[in-house]
């Protein structure tokens, strides 16, 4: 996000945590229903559009149901009639919907779900990583990843405008982190309800919608002769996506001052080295890149806030001068080569001429904490690399006790 | 068989547009068990008619008059409800190629 200068209106400013700065996007986005299961770290997303439904605040259905698995079956559905709809979850919840997952995707149905990440179990751990989203990467949802409670806020219109657009038609997912973000109070600016729905399709938000009169059949058999062609249907509305996702943020830059892209990159004009990471704690690496900077260190950082679809050309391209790339992981691919935003920028780069070298580093699991002296370190082994020109060890794992 | 059409020709999602599309299918290829009625034991009470699940008893008749009642091979899959709830032994089942 880049804010801009000159100030467009008067805007109302309040005191968000990241859960509460979901729900009062969800609340302006004009939803017609709503269904959730509370899980920590996300129950206060779900507490707070129960209350502004019950208060008629928010002209909606709410429903509630006995498990994340109905929650997404239910808004996927009432997505199909052409209603806005809204669910949020994290870690076991995310888990427990993965049958229904590929199926809102696959039904094109335009949910928003917010995702406060949150690692999996065992050991049960209620505090943030990436591995309930990164393990859905796969699920042919679009994947937003928020920096801070702004960028949660944000993200929300954003993501309706992008899964709603006719060319698209995908669900998307809006990811903060757990606690770092979800019940961290930040200073919000919000946008103004009328930019906000003149912002957003008007409805039917789904082309097809369910209606009596006009009978459609949902979700039926397709055998090996045409299943296939409806997976390359979706593929085909990623790859659309991609032109969507700027469109979007440019036109949601005009209405709010703050201007997104599909990342944000700093000091690559200059740097030998880049580190690449999702969510909060590209803050800090961009702070101690900074402090770097200052000691004369040639260093970068990217955030990046659209992971699927991965922006991979526009990545290459901002890349294309960085001799040492260094993935940040917050998540374990258990038994891969690296994690899965490593072995996206390095299969990205194989056919690159440059070729850069890229190390990967997990770290953050089940919330440790990453440091700013551990962020120097990174960048440090990042500059060790470039100068030996040999990556030690594919996976580093930063911040665990031998 | 003609070309079926490409990704870019169907409807998203496995939308299927045309109501009532499933006549197309002759599931009747499926069956096993051919029901064969006994129209003399037949009494016209049309409790197969209710029963079959897949809308395959036809009542050839004009207005309230049923004249007689018919099955559409090209429909039944021979899952044989028909022949359990006649109450009078009205129908069998008979092998399909038997």
């Known amino acids: 996000m880049v804010v801009s200068s000159e100030k467009i209106k008067k805007v109302r400013i309040l005191g968000l945590t990241g859960d509460e700065a979901v729900a009062q996007a969800v609340k302006q986005c004009d939803v017609d229903l709503i269904s959730a299961y509370p899980i920590t770290p996300q129950t206060i997303i779900v507490e707070r559009l129960s209350e502004f439904v019950a208060n008629g605040e928010v002209d909606a259905e709410f429903i509630a149901v006995e498990s994340e698995h109905s929650a997404l079956s239910v808004v996927t559905a009432a997505a199909l009639t052409g209603a806005r709809v809204f669910t949020a979850t994290s870690s076991q919840g995310l888990a427990l919907m993965f049958e229904i997952l590929y199926i809102t995707s696959a039904l094109r149905a335009p949910v928003v779900m917010a995702i406060v990440n949150r690692a999996l179990s065992a050991p049960i751990n209620i505090h943030c990583d990436h591995s309930d989203t990164m393990g859905a990467r796969d699920s042919g949802w679009i994947q937003f990843y928020a920096e801070n409670v702004q960028e949660a806020y944000d993200l929300v219109f954003q993501a309706y405008k992008v899964a709603e657009n006719k060319s698209v038609l995908l669900p998307t997912m809006v990811c903060l982190d757990g606690f770092t973000l979800s019940h961290t109070l930040e200073r919000v600016e919000l946008i103004d309800d009328t930019d906000a729905l003149k912002y957003l399709p008007s409805k039917p938000t789904y082309p097809f919608p369910i209606n009596p009169e006009k009978p459609i059949t949902y979700g039926p058999l397709a055998l090996p002769d045409f299943y296939f062609e409806f997976k390359v249907q979706q593929a085909e509305a990623m790859k659309q996506a991609l032109k969507v996702i700027p469109e979007a943020m440019e036109e949601f830059g005009r209405i709010s001052g703050r201007k997104y892209g599909f990342f944000e990159a700093y000091g690559l004009e200059d740097a030998d080295v880049a580190v690449i990471s999702l969510g909060s704690t590209s803050g800090t690496m961009r702070y101690v890149a900074k402090e770097l900077r200052k000691e004369g260190y040639k260093v970068g950082t990217v955030k990046l806030t659209v992971y699927r679809p991965f922006p991979q050309d526009e990545l290459a391209k901002a890349l294309e001068n960085i001799k040492v790339i260094v993935a940040m992981d917050r998540t374990l691919s258990f038994g891969a080569v690296g994690g899965p935003l490593f072995e996206d920028l390095r299969s990205l780069f194989y056919d690159s001429e440059q070729r850069p070298l890229i190390a990967d580093v997990v770290y953050g699991l089940g919330g440790r904490d990453l440091t700013p002296d551990d962020a120097r370190a990174i960048f440090k082994y990042g500059l060790e690399i470039s100068k030996t020109g040999h990556v030690p060890e594919k996976v580093k794992f930063v911040g665990v006790r031998e | ?98």
């Open chain 2, 1 to 98: 068989m003609s070309k079926k059409p490409g990704w870019r020709e169907i409807p998203i999602g496995g939308l299927i547009l045309e109501p009532g599309s499933t006549v197309k299918v002759r599931t009747g290829d499926w069956r096993t068990f051919r029901p064969i009625i006994d129209h003399d034991k037949c009494i016209k009470c049309l409790m197969c008619w209710i029963y079959c699940p897949d809308a395959s008893i036809i009542i050839v008749g004009s207005g309230d008059t049923v004249e007689r009642v018919e099955i559409d091979y090209d429909h039944c899959k021979g899952c044989g409800i028909c022949e359990r709830v006649c109450p009078r032994k009205a129908i069998s089942m008979v092998p399909e190629g038997g």
